[in-house]
Every structure is written in C-alpha cells, then in structure tokens.
C-alpha cells in the first residue's frame, strides 16, 4: 500500500512539473495557439481597386508584411516567396493564395506596390489603404493586432527618409516582419519572421497545411 501511494506521488510530481507527454510543435515555424482565427478585412490594392479578404476564404493564405522602402528582411522574404510560388504552382494554384499587406501605408500607394512589384518580378495581390482621412488608422491598424504585428514610427532626420502621404514628417518604420500562414480552416497556424527565416522550413508547412 506504501509502494502504491509513493507511486502516486511520484506521478504527481511529475504532471505538475509539466513532464507528462510534452506539446509537440506540429509546424517547423513559429506555431500560433489553436483557434485564432482574424476579421475579414478589406485594402486597396496595387491597381487602386478595393480587395475583400472573403476571396480567399476556403484557401491556404500566406500573409507577408512588408513596407516598399525595406531594404534588409522585407526584400528577402519577397524574394523566398516567389520561389515558394514557383515551387507549389501550377499544382497548388487553386488552393493557395500569397497576399503582402504593407505596414507603411503613410508611403505606401498603390502606385509604390506597382513598383515594389516589377522590381522584383511577382505578381500576386501586394495591398495598402485609402489614403487617410483626419488620421484614422483603425482599420489598418486592426488587421496588424490580428496577425500578431507591431508597428512603430519613429521620426527620422536621415536625408533619405521620404514624407509620406499620411505624414508631414520624415519617419522610419519599425515592425514585425514575416509572413502568417492561415489553414483553409481560416484559422492562423504558423508564423515565420526574419528571426527563423528558413526556405525549406517553410516549404515544409506549407506542404503540411496544403493537405489538412
């Protein structure tokens, strides 16, 4: 009966130490807790036409935040993803969609994706804002808090910064960069920043995500 009661305890030990069947991460990026879905949304996108985030639902979508005058992380996940398109279409091309949502609306217009956009030879949707009215961020702001993005202005006195639509001043842009991918549950399964960029990594997920 000692034997068996000590056995016990010691079992006890053990799950409130947390020791008793570990959480696995199912994904090799960043996993996001279960059942986080977001608000449908809706952006302007690089030919000045409104875009509605109800056109993807039922599809796997990588959400990638950027911003046009990025010159470190943004241009080499721009890059990675158009070899992830390269690498899951035609086969995938039903069922799989990339969307980049700038996180510098203020600069942003449409007109800048078109250029972001040939420079780097890709084709898929790249969105930003109207332009603001009396400084109403909500919308954009409420997509960002969604996903997980911080953004953060810091005026600039570098001579190469540019005054934006949305801002007298001269700025940079701190954020979180990456891309989120949501399952075709609408749900956010994955997210992967500058921090654990790996192609093949997220290659791998998507695969996996492709045939939940």
């Not at 608000?39 to 639902?57: A, C, G, K, R, Y």
């Not at 600069?107 to 994706?113: K, T």
Request: with cysteine.
């Amino acid at each position: 009966m000692r034997h068996l009661a000590v056995t016990w305890l010691i079992l006890l030990n053990f799950i409130l130490a947390g020791c008793v069947t570990p959480e696995i991460d199912q994904y090799a990026g960043e996993d996001i807790d279960a059942n986080q879905g977001y608000n449908q949304f809706e952006l302007l996108d690089s030919n000045n036409q409104s875009f509605n985030s109800s056109i993807v639902e039922g599809r796997v979508v990588i959400i990638n935040f950027f911003l046009t005058n990025c010159h470190n992380a943004c241009p080499i996940i721009t890059s990675d993803l158009k070899l992830v398109e390269d690498y899951l279409y035609p086969e995938h091309e039903d069922n799989l969609t990339i969307l980049s949502i700038t996180v510098d609306p203020w600069r942003d217009g449409p007109e800048d994706l078109v250029d972001y956009m040939n420079y780097f030879n890709v084709s898929w949707t790249h969105l930003t804002t109207y332009e603001f009215v009396d400084g109403d961020f909500s919308k954009v702001e409420q997509i960002w808090s969604d996903f997980g993005i911080t953004v953060v202005l810091t005026e600039s006195e570098n001579s190469t910064s540019i005054a934006g639509r949305g801002h007298t001043v001269y700025y940079d842009v701190e954020h979180t960069n990456g891309i989120v991918i949501i399952g075709k549950d609408g749900l956010q399964k994955v997210r992967w920043t500058e921090d654990n960029w790996n192609l093949d990594g997220v290659k791998s997920d998507l695969e996996l995500i492709l045939q939940e």
